[in-house]
């Protein structure tokens, strides 16, 4: 480093050329930029360091210590007997009975432990209705029946109950074949001891606290709904603080506020201990790159009131898999969480902006954490101030810093910026080439079924993508520089104006991001920041400061530690978030892609202000080698054992498995097809490659499911869910053999009335099956609904079936397992000769999710064929299509 030092002491911002000094004499050893590398993944590793860094987790022997403190080992507790009582499916006795009762339990013992300032109160909602998610191919009616909340409150002893609410919400319920230690069981405990914590001050608070424990989230969001919609303390609640979970420890990310109400980012701002947030997640939610739902949801949308959205989402390769056990909730994550959560319900319980809170609607506020440190937040509004604002200062800057230039050289500023737009386009053409050779890559590796080979090595991300975009914007500039001559301007100037160049396109990012309202542009605003002060500084010092130019890359690169430091951060997040997301996604899309486009934002935020400054090393060209190395290295490990996706345990591959028996009967009621079968949803690029092969070792041939989606209405496939149609093409079928349910559907016609005036007719059902089931509808052409019992209104159709109307109800009973009624009524008749007298199909399913004893052998050998690293959901499923 000395002989580095002695070189840059030669060096100044002067832009004349020595002529007795040779281009050779001007660059410094390549060593140091294998030093500057070495550096910023230091800066990475102490991210890392720090992000993975927890707060100590208090045991009950603290609480002596800290009365008002949150103490995780208090929720673990809780979650050991939440969680080891198996899968909590809506509608099982687990769910209905044995984890109702502990809720039940585990509030009134809090009740009763409560400071006299306070009053606890606990019920359980059973409730009763309907609403439409209204999504873009695949709309539903959702239908619930005797569904259960555990909901309790804080209200003051001696006061009147207040007008005001804040509440707090998480669900406790499951998916199939999940104990749910992480969704949701985790956000569970942790409202439990937040209960129990804020039931002890000494001091009433100003507003009430509802907590709602949804019993039923996993199956469309409807314990929520049923909440929001049946209710009375509803009517309350002002503002509401949901959890819920994605992945299994970490920290808990704030990814959801508002909408339009930036008050709440001032209380999480002021009151949460360890703030963890960025609008950039809560607009990649919004714009549906998560293929998942929160409450946050319904409560917004139905509700209409703002809120927050809380959750665990870092390595989330346990979600919704048997592995989310008891045994994988770290003590520092519930602490993490509960800190946070009890510091912001408290500070909220107490809002004077809860008495009249429309008086406070705003605009959507940018917000994102600095290593977890503090929280910066600002409304819409002002970051469009903000950003015009800097874009100004900083291409002023760019002008004096050109201006300085022209002091000291032959040439005019209009000749300078000739210079800066020639550097421009370097740039620009630079990183077009490197985002085209990463995205390249993915196509690539998806068409040669490569994928995913980062899903547990996520080291080969750097490999795979960053390193083909550092080659390009690294080789761009030297290429210029090399072949480019310009006896006026020193190296030194020219990396300057490279560097200036790079600023002003990150200008025009910004202004068209803030055009559009996309609030992640402030990641653009803090690049440009620093790098706008750093240039302030240098051409300061250089006006003021004799010699000081001497020194102006050291000025520049301590200005870039924050901003890499920070987007060394958010990298952690977003790879963290959605690299286990791959593998539960659309088996149509390219995961590389997704990932691809992460890497190639990540290497320009990071390395923009740097690539260039490979221009100065004697030797650059060894620098690039090295990049390239790296990037073979990557390509190798990515071709071995070690780039398969999956492990055992820890990683697994994903499938969802119905063993079928379908019913298919004339319009007369006679049986027309029986005949059972598996279906493999699938779940990710490798799903058909495995299935095959368990269905050869089973002696059987999987099969796409063909014509039969034309045959039968929507394929005749007892689908959980309508959306999953839209992999009907990725599907595949293993004929099998037909199966007797111990509780089989029971569909009834009770009969049809029809009304002459109105011309008419209304079809009457009674159904008994299983708690989870779903209905088909789908009038034959000439006849349309007209009105049904299932909601108030026949919504729109969702895809089509040969073109005809498809609607999709999708139904669930909680602990009243009653035969359920309902009618369709119906007009007009059938315009086709071969279907005179249909009036529509409806499809009956049974999904029996938490049904094990109901598994035949068959299914059982089956699923015994999958290898470990294999999680399969796989369960009974009947379906009975008819034609009235």
């Known amino acids: 480093m000395e002989e580095t030092q002695n070189q840059l002491e030669t060096h100044s911002l002067s832009p004349l050329a020595d002529e007795k000094r040779s281009n050779h004499e001007e660059k410094i050893s390549a060593w140091w930029l294998v030093g500057l590398t070495g550096a910023v993944v230091g800066v990475y590793l102490l991210v890392y360091w720090n992000w993975v860094s927890m707060p100590k987790a208090l045991r009950r022997a603290d609480e002596s210590t800290h009365p008002d403190r949150f103490i995780a080992e208090v929720a673990k507790q809780y979650l050991f007997e939440m969680s080891n009582v198996g899968p909590r499916v809506a509608g099982s006795y687990t769910n209905e009975i044995i984890t109702v009762q502990f809720l039940l339990r585990v509030i009134n013992e809090i009740a009763t432990e409560a400071n006299p300032a306070h009053k606890v109160e606990v019920e359980v909602q059973q409730a009763y209705g309907d609403m439409f998610l209204d999504y873009e191919k695949y709309p539903q009616t959702s239908v619930y029946q005797g569904i259960q909340n555990v909901v309790a409150r804080i209200i003051p002893s001696q006061n009147k109950d207040p007008d005001n609410y804040l509440m707090l919400s998480s669900h406790f319920d499951s998916v199939p074949q999940s104990p749910g230690a992480g969704d949701d069981g985790t956000m569970s405990v942790i409202m439990l001891e937040v209960l129990r914590k804020l039931s002890q001050s000494p001091h009433p608070y100003d507003h009430g606290l509802v907590f709602v424990f949804n019993g039923c989230e996993e199956n469309t969001l409807q314990g929520s709904h049923a909440f929001v919609a049946h209710h009375r303390w509803f009517r309350k609640v002002r503002t509401f603080i949901n959890m819920d979970v994605a992945a299994n420890g970490g920290r808990d990310i704030m990814f959801q506020a508002g909408p339009k109400y930036s008050f709440l980012m001032k209380y999480y701002r002021d009151f949460v201990p360890h703030p963890y947030c960025t609008a950039v997640a809560e607009e990649l939610f919004q714009a549906d790159l998560v293929p998942s739902e929160t409450d946050y949801y319904v409560y917004s949308k139905y509700g209409k009131i703002p809120g927050m959205d809380f959750a665990h989402s870092t390595w989330g390769y346990l979600y919704h898999t048997a592995y989310d056990?008891?045994?994988?909730?770290?003590?520092?994550?519930?602490?993490?969480?509960?800190?946070?959560?009890?510091?912001?319900?408290?500070?909220?319980?107490?809002?004077?902006?809860?008495?009249?809170?429309?008086?406070?609607?705003?605009?959507?506020?940018?917000?994102?954490?600095?290593?977890?440190?503090?929280?910066?937040?600002?409304?819409?509004?002002?970051?469009?101030?903000?950003?015009?604002?800097?874009?100004?200062?900083?291409?002023?800057?760019?002008?004096?810093?050109?201006?300085?230039?022209?002091?000291?050289?032959?040439?005019?500023?209009?000749?300078?910026v000739l210079q800066g737009l020639q550097s421009m386009g370097v740039i620009l053409l630079s990183i077009i080439v490197g985002v085209g050779l990463s995205l390249l890559l993915a196509v690539i590796l998806n068409a040669i079924e490569s994928t995913m080979s980062w899903f547990t090595q996520t080291w080969l991300i750097f490999g795979l993508y960053i390193c083909p975009f550092l080659m390009a914007t690294?080789?761009?500039?030297?290429?210029?520089?090399?072949?480019?001559?310009?006896?006026?301007?020193?190296?030194?100037?020219?990396?300057?104006?490279?560097?200036?160049?790079?600023?002003?396109?990150?200008?025009?990012?910004?202004?068209?991001?803030?055009?559009?309202?996309?609030?992640?542009?402030?990641?653009?605003?803090?690049?440009?920041?620093?790098?706008?002060?750093?240039?302030?500084?240098?051409?300061?010092?250089?006006?003021?400061?004799?010699?000081?130019?001497?020194?102006?890359?050291?000025?520049?690169?301590?200005?870039?530690?924050?901003?890499?430091?920070?987007?060394?951060?958010?990298?952690?997040?977003?790879?963290?978030?959605?690299?286990?997301?791959?593998?539960?996604?659309?088996?149509?899309?390219?995961?590389?892609?997704?990932?691809?486009?992460?890497?190639?934002?990540?290497?320009?935020?990071?390395?923009?202000?740097?690539?260039?400054?490979?221009?100065?090393?004697?030797?650059?060209?060894?620098?690039?080698?090295?990049?390239?190395?790296?990037?073979?290295v990557s390509i190798i490990v990515m071709v071995t054992s070690a780039g398969?996706?999956?492990?055992?345990?820890?990683?697994?591959?994903?499938?969802?498995?119905?063993?079928?028996?379908?019913?298919?009967?004339?319009?007369?009621?006679?049986?027309?097809?029986?005949?059972?079968?598996?279906?493999?949803?699938?779940?990710?690029?490798?799903?058909?490659?495995?299935?095959?092969?368990?269905?050869?070792?089973?002696?059987?041939?999987?099969?796409?499911?063909?014509?039969?989606?034309?045959?039968?209405?929507?394929?005749?496939?007892?689908?959980?869910q309508n959306t999953q149609h839209g992999q009907r093409e990725n599907g595949l079928w293993i004929p099998g053999y037909a199966f007797t349910?111990?509780?089989?559907?029971?569909?009834?016609?009770?009969?049809?009335?029809?009304?002459?005036?109105?011309?008419?007719?209304?079809?009457?059902?009674?159904?008994?099956?299983?708690?989870?089931?779903?209905?088909?509808?789908?009038?034959?052409?000439?006849?349309?609904?007209?009105?049904?019992?299932?909601?108030?209104?026949?919504?729109?159709?969702?895809?089509?079936?040969?073109?005809?109307?498809?609607?999709?109800?999708?139904?669930?009973?909680?602990?009243?397992?009653?035969?359920?009624?309902?009618?369709?009524?119906?007009?007009?008749s059938a315009s086709k000769a071969s279907e005179a007298g249909w009036n529509f199909y409806l499809n009956v399913v049974a999904q029996y999710m938490h049904h094990e004893q109901y598994r035949t052998s068959e299914f059982g050998r089956f699923i015994n064929q999958f290898p470990l690293y294999a999680h399969v959901v796989a369960y009974p499923a009947h379906l009975i299509s008819k034609v009235f």
């Open 741 to 828: 349910l111990p509780e089989t559907i029971d569909l009834k016609h009770v009969g049809s009335e029809y009304d002459a005036k109105l011309k008419v007719t209304t079809f009457l059902f009674t159904v008994k099956g299983t708690d989870h089931m779903s209905f088909y509808v789908s009038p034959v052409k000439g006849v349309r609904l007209v009105s049904w019992s299932f909601s108030q209104h026949i919504p729109r159709s969702g895809l089509s079936w040969n073109g005809q109307d498809v609607h999709y109800i999708n139904f669930v009973h909680g602990i009243d397992d009653r035969p359920y009624e309902f009618h369709i009524t119906v007009q007009g």
């Open 644 to 720: 398969f996706p999956f492990r055992a345990h820890t990683s697994p591959e994903r499938f969802y498995i119905y063993h079928c028996t379908r019913e298919f009967y004339h319009q007369n009621g006679t049986l027309r097809r029986l005949e059972g079968g598996f279906y493999v949803h699938p779940q990710d690029r490798y799903t058909g490659d495995l299935i095959r092969e368990v269905a050869l070792k089973f002696e059987a041939n999987a099969v796409p499911l063909g014509d039969q989606c034309e045959k039968e209405l929507y394929c005749g496939i007892p689908f959980y």
């Open 325 to 416: 056990a008891y045994s994988t909730i770290p003590n520092t994550t519930l602490q993490h969480t509960g800190d946070n959560v009890l510091a912001l319900a408290r500070a909220l319980a107490n809002a004077e902006e809860l008495y009249d809170i429309g008086d406070h609607e705003g605009s959507k506020a940018v917000f994102f954490d600095f290593l977890n440190w503090f929280l910066v937040y600002y409304p819409l509004w002002a970051s469009i101030l903000l950003n015009i604002g800097l874009s100004v200062i900083a291409i002023s800057v760019i002008s004096l810093s050109l201006w300085l230039l022209s002091r000291s050289t032959e040439l005019t500023i209009w000749q300078l």
């Open 474 to 632: 690294c080789t761009g500039p030297v290429l210029y520089i090399h072949f480019v001559k310009h006896d006026h301007l020193s190296l030194h100037a020219r990396v300057q104006l490279l560097l200036n160049a790079t600023c002003a396109l990150y200008v025009v990012i910004l202004i068209i991001l803030t055009a559009m309202s996309i609030r992640s542009g402030y990641l653009f605003t803090m690049a440009i920041l620093f790098y706008t002060v750093t240039t302030l500084l240098n051409a300061s010092l250089q006006v003021f400061v004799k010699h000081a130019s001497r020194y102006w890359i050291y000025v520049h690169l301590i200005g870039q530690i924050a901003p890499i430091a920070y987007f060394s951060s958010v990298s952690l997040t977003a790879f963290a978030t959605f690299i286990p997301m791959q593998g539960r996604g659309n088996a149509d899309a390219n995961p590389e892609l997704l990932i691809a486009l992460f890497a190639v934002l990540v290497g320009l935020l990071v390395t923009g202000f740097l690539s260039p400054l490979v221009v100065l090393a004697r030797r650059g060209y060894l620098f690039i080698a090295l990049i390239v190395a790296f990037f073979v």
